[in-house]
């Protein structure tokens, strides 16, 4: 099992930046792809950011150029710095990771956080 813990969030004003992260832990054997989500009321959980298994940065659209995903590999950690928030960027935002499986190729496990609550006033 694999334990996802974010922090960060909160309450900013239009215009403001913040930053969230992500540690994972527990039994990890080999990460295949670590992310952010996020799901405001009344919608479909989306994603905003991640890494690939490959490495590659995979961002939403909508926050193209105004957030940035980072990580340290050594702490299993994933950062997500969000600049220049809108209100629209009001949301739940969860931390996902997969860990592959040590003894059968192609099977990775996913996991979520318990979701970290970021609002943007105007």
């Known amino acids: 099992q694999v334990q996802l813990v974010e922090s960060g969030g909160g309450l900013v004003q239009a215009g403001g930046s913040l930053g969230l992260s992500c540690a994972a832990s527990g039994s990890i054997f080999s990460l295949n792809h670590m992310g952010w989500y996020r799901q405001a009321p009344e919608k479909q959980r989306e994603l905003v950011a991640r890494?690939?298994?490959?490495?590659?940065?995979n961002y939403a659209d909508s926050v193209k150029g105004r957030f940035t995903i980072s990580r340290d590999n050594a702490k299993n950690t994933v950062y997500l710095q969000m600049n220049s928030l809108k209100p629209e960027d009001t949301a739940v935002y969860y931390c996902n990771a997969g860990d592959r499986d040590p003894y059968i190729i192609g099977v990775i496990y996913d996991y979520w956080g318990q979701g970290t609550q970021v609002t943007v006033s105007s």
């Open positions: 890494f690939t298994s490959g490495g590659i940065t």
